[in-house]
């Protein structure tokens, strides 16, 4: 895969982390593009690709594309609006890796197929500096054959890589995944707000919570950002409202009754629209301890 021309369409935290991980590694990262032109420009000059100001012209620079969008919306809008990236596409490969909605990456599987083009959802469930470093956390639907020819590429990215299915089915595990942490996360905070207002030791509750049945991987990662009010973002606030709302639709399509899942997305619903939703998700430790709300 290294003989193919890479392009990265969205370079935000993970984008342009994952474009430099690449280019490290010897990809030839060819053609890049944000909806802020400046950041294109910056990263393109320290990368050498070319910082394109057209969709169109991603495609045309590259073999490969890369997209790193926020929502549905956006994806429609690259791919489906007057300049998108399925314009000249036929022969390209594009590997989608935003938390999205089942429904747009098949629908996205098909007008790929009618332009000649493929595609991969390949869902993240990692950081910053995983995505800087390589070490991602890959979910991949999509075509099984597709999936094994990009997979020297996939590994490059990645320290655990998962063929999930067909299309659409990456994106519902990842939703899973997220529903699932932002659960844990709220569950911690509220933990921590309680044991505050208790006047616990809260480094020695953290302590007993990790040697017991309240030990969990958020405990390792946000806890000490709750006490210290660090909330600098890796993964926002705003994103695990998104994403626990695409749960609960799959929940709520497929019949099944979520009300963790409803009460954390009120929790960060609620913070969102505090005008905290840029906070990164141990945020929502702000409306569980006392004094810190108002």
Same mark, same amino acid.
């Given at each position: 895969?290294?003989?193919?021309?890479?392009? +990265?369409?969205?370079?935000?935290?993970?984008?342009?982390?994952?474009?430099?991980?690449?280019?490290?590694?010897?990809? @030839?990262?060819?053609?890049?593009?944000?909806?802020?032109?400046?950041?294109?420009?910056?990263?393109?000059?320290?990368?050498?690709?070319?910082?394109?100001?057209?969709? $169109?012209?991603? &495609?045309?620079?590259?073999?490969?594309?890369?997209?790193?969008?926020?929502?549905? $919306?956006?994806?429609?809008?690259?791919?489906?609006?007057?300049?998108?990236? /399925?314009?000249?596409?036929?022969?390209?490969? +594009?590997?989608?890796?935003?938390?999205?909605?089942?429904? =747009?990456? @098949?629908?996205?599987?098909?007008?790929?197929?009618?332009?000649?083009?493929?595609?991969?959802?390949?869902?993240?469930?990692?950081?910053?500096? @995983?995505?800087?470093?390589?070490?991602?956390?890959?979910?991949?639907?999509?075509?099984?054959?597709?999936?094994?020819?990009? !997979?020297?590429? /996939?590994?490059?990215? $990645?320290?655990?890589?998962?063929?999930?299915?067909? $299309?659409?089915?990456?994106?519902?595990? !990842?939703?899973?995944?997220?529903?699932?942490?932002?659960?844990? &996360?709220?569950?911690?905070?509220?933990?921590?707000?309680?044991?505050?207002?208790?006047?616990?030791?809260?480094?020695?509750?953290?302590?007993?919570?990790? @040697?017991?049945?309240?030990?969990?991987?958020?405990?390792? &990662?946000?806890?000490?950002?709750?006490?210290?009010?660090?909330?600098?973002?890796?993964?926002?606030?705003?994103?695990?409202?998104?994403?626990?709302? =695409?749960?609960?639709?799959?929940?709520?399509?497929?019949? #099944?009754?979520?009300?963790?899942?409803?009460?954390?997305? !009120?929790?960060?619903?609620?913070?969102?629209?505090?005008?905290?939703?840029?906070?990164?998700?141990?945020? #929502?430790?702000? /409306? &569980?301890? !006392?004094?810190?709300?108002?």
């Amino acid at each position: 895969m290294k003989n193919k021309k890479i392009g +990265f369409v969205g370079l935000g935290r993970m984008g342009g982390n994952m474009a430099r991980c690449l280019n490290d590694k010897g990809y @030839q990262v060819a053609a890049v593009y944000d909806i802020n032109e400046s950041v294109a420009k910056e990263l393109a000059s320290e990368i050498g690709a070319a910082a394109c100001t057209r969709l $169109s012209e991603v &495609t045309a620079q590259s073999d490969v594309i890369l997209t790193v969008v926020t929502n549905d $919306s956006a994806m429609e809008a690259i791919y489906f609006g007057d300049d998108n990236l /399925l314009t000249g596409a036929s022969g390209r490969v +594009f590997i989608n890796c935003a938390t999205l909605t089942p429904a =747009i990456h @098949q629908k996205l599987d098909e007008a790929a197929a009618k332009a000649g083009a493929q595609c991969l959802e390949a869902c993240m469930a990692s950081s910053i500096p @995983q995505a800087r470093n390589g070490e991602l956390f890959l979910m991949i639907g999509g075509d099984e054959a597709l999936f094994n020819e990009t !997979k020297p590429l /996939l590994d490059d990215m $990645s320290k655990a890589l998962h063929y999930v299915g067909p $299309s659409g089915k990456a994106s519902e595990v !990842k939703a899973l995944v997220n529903m699932v942490m932002n659960i844990n &996360t709220a569950a911690l905070a509220e933990g921590l707000g309680i044991g505050d207002a208790l006047g616990l030791d809260l480094k020695m509750l953290c302590n007993i919570f990790s @040697q017991t049945g309240a030990n969990s991987r958020v405990l390792e &990662t946000d806890a000490e950002d709750m006490i210290a009010r660090d909330h600098d973002c890796y993964f926002s606030a705003e994103h695990a409202a998104k994403d626990s709302g =695409i749960a609960l639709n799959i929940a709520k399509a497929n019949g #099944i009754e979520a009300p963790l899942a409803e009460a954390t997305l !009120k929790q960060y619903t609620k913070l969102t629209e505090m005008g905290k939703g840029g906070l990164d998700k141990s945020g #929502i430790a702000e /409306l &569980t301890f !006392k004094g810190r709300s108002s």
